[in-house]
């Protein structure tokens, strides 16, 4: 079974703080991804990465930025967090040669106050 | 337009009923097609892949239409916990892009 983890499941933060969100996936997945979760917007993506230190940016990337050091592991970082930014965060991984389903993580409900 | 589009429902089904759900796409050029399926609160699960000639898990019946651009599912003999939301999403192969609907909410009721 494919298993993609997140580092927390619920986070408080304040407004101005940085703000790091930790994915790690299981599968040997190439691609990875970052989404956010609003009630009546749907899944919008952040960022995602198709290959280790490759990343491209997605709909609604600012105030955000991402790293991935390693194949397995993906981090969203929050630069200066604000209430804007309270959402459900939901990582990805795929693999193009495995049939191209996304799976996902458990989602971090993150707020900003 | 939405690039895809769905009914938001909700649905509210009897226990046993079956329902079906559709789910439109604008860009001819989408390549995989999948339907997931969300509780409250949690992340989306894989339900099935979408192919050209039909697919069918168990209850869950998936048909792909390329000529209408259109994605549907079917839920036979419906359970209580059946109750969620439905995802539909479309891929873009050469762009790593997949496109999530909005989603159908399903109620079945006992």
């Known amino acids: 079974d494919v298993k993609v983890t997140q580092s927390s499941r619920y986070l408080v933060k304040r407004t101005g703080e940085k703000v790091f969100l930790e994915c790690v996936q299981d599968m040997d997945h190439e691609n990875m991804f970052w989404y956010r979760q609003d009630p009546g917007l749907g899944l919008r993506l952040i960022y995602f990465s198709y290959d280790v230190k490759m990343k491209e940016k997605g709909d609604i990337p600012e105030g955000y930025s991402v790293s991935r050091e390693k194949k397995e592991r993906f981090s969203l970082i929050l630069e200066s967090a604000s209430t804007n930014q309270t959402s459900m965060y939901l990582c990805?991984?795929?693999?193009?040669?495995?049939?191209?389903?996304?799976?996902f993580g458990p989602g971090t409900r993150l707020t900003v106050t | 337009r939405k690039e895809v589009e769905q009914d938001p429902g909700p649905f509210n089904v009897p226990e046993g009923a079956t329902v079906a759900f559709n789910c439109t796409y604008s860009?001819?050029?989408?390549?995989?097609f999948f339907w997931y399926r969300q509780d409250c609160r949690k992340e989306p699960k894989l339900l099935m892949s979408v192919y050209s000639s039909g697919n069918e898990d168990g209850r869950f019946t998936a048909q792909l239409n390329r000529a209408s651009q259109y994605i549907s599912l079917l839920i036979r003999d419906s359970k209580l916990s059946d109750s969620a939301t439905y995802l539909c999403?479309?891929?873009?192969?050469?762009?790593?892009?997949?496109?999530f609907g909005t989603g159908t909410r399903l109620k079945v009721l006992a």
């Open positions: 990805a991984s795929s693999s193009p040669g495995q049939g191209d389903e996304q799976y």
């Open positions: 860009n001819s050029a989408s390549q995989s």
């Open positions: 999403v479309v891929n873009m192969k050469a762009t790593y892009k997949y496109i």
